[in-house]
């Protein structure tokens, strides 16, 4: 069985946030030119960051605009997620969620 947790309103993905049973997060919604150190530079204060990337597009290079990020620490990914969903980066405000699969 597969689950993916993009969204708040998934009983699912609440379960999993609220244990806090998730240590890589989605991260949505980045400037197009945002890149790996930006993306990194703007998480790690939450906690050891074990993998940042920033999905691009294998022709041109540039960002897709969403990308990923993965703590130590499943509590640390927590804090991430509750701080960090909604603020600005790179002048965009940018979604997080869980990105649990299993």
Same mark, same amino acid.
């Given at each position: 069985?597969?689950?993916?947790?993009?969204?708040?309103?998934?009983?699912?993905?609440?379960?999993?946030?609220?244990?806090?049973?998730? *240590?890589?997060?989605? $991260?949505?919604? /980045? *400037? !197009?030119?945002?890149?790996?150190? =930006?993306?990194?530079?703007?998480?790690?204060?939450?906690?050891? /960051?074990?993998?940042?990337? $920033?999905?691009?597009?294998?022709?041109?290079? @540039? *960002? @897709?605009? !969403?990308?990923? =990020?993965?703590?130590?620490?499943?509590?640390?990914?927590? @804090?991430? /997620?509750?701080?960090?969903?909604? @603020? /600005? $980066?790179?002048?965009?405000?940018?979604? $997080?969620?869980?990105? !649990?699969?299993?």
């Amino acid at each position: 069985m597969k689950h993916v947790c993009f969204s708040w309103t998934s009983p699912f993905c609440r379960w999993m946030i609220a244990r806090q049973s998730c *240590s890589k997060l989605f $991260v949505g919604g /980045l *400037s !197009y030119d945002t890149n790996e150190t =930006v993306l990194k530079e703007a998480f790690e204060q939450h906690g050891e /960051l074990i993998e940042v990337k $920033v999905i691009c597009d294998h022709k041109s290079g @540039k *960002s @897709k605009g !969403y990308g990923f =990020v993965q703590f130590s620490s499943e509590t640390a990914a927590g @804090k991430a /997620l509750k701080d960090m969903d909604g @603020k /600005l $980066v790179d002048g965009w405000n940018i979604r $997080v969620h869980c990105a !649990y699969r299993g």
